[in-house]
């Protein structure tokens, strides 16, 4: 009898070491999964491309949310390269978390050169947008993230691109379009 259970107990110890190493590739195959779907960035359907140079600005007021999420206004503002609205530009966002109120429609600048949606997430969000033609992102934080790097003070999140080169000149200075000054005096 004592050779049965020998027999049996390695047996039951073989089951065990292949029950362990199926859960440690399942569990890392779990993991590759997710890592990959967070990873995944969202990409907005195209729009009409606009044919001049553009400045584009957007940002989520707030910025961030607390534990739980919740909603964020989505701002985008698209100028020409001088400074002034572009009104019409196409515009449309996607978020790698949540929804959007404008499910990925499109949207198109007013007068003032801008436009908004809404966000509702509980988790930290991508949002990716095309205006005009030029691709776009910026973050959305939920939760702990928001105690680890909380935002300045009085400043929005904003990134501002161009989406041709500007020529190079030698001319005058340039004037700031806000104070009609030059930035230099």
Known sequence: MSGDRQRGGRASLQARAAAVVLLALGATACRSLATLDESREPEPAPVEV?????????????????????????????????????????????????????????????????????????????????????????????????EATPPAPQRRTAIACTSKRPPRSSGPEPMNARAGKSPLK
Request: aromatic share 6%; proline share 3%.
């Open 50 to 146: 606009v044919a001049e140079s553009i400045v584009v600005a957007a940002w989520a007021e707030p910025s961030s949310l607390p534990e739980g999420g919740g909603q964020t206004q989505l701002l985008v503002r698209v100028q020409k390269k001088g400074g002034a609205p572009f009104a019409g530009v196409q515009v449309r966002l996607a978020a790698s978390t949540g929804t959007l109120f404008s499910a990925g429609r499109v949207l198109v600048t007013d007068g003032r050169g801008m436009t908004r949606d809404r966000l509702t997430t509980r988790r930290s969000a991508r949002v990716v947008l095309n205006a005009g033609g030029t691709r776009y992102r910026f973050d959305v934080r939920v939760g702990d993230s928001v």
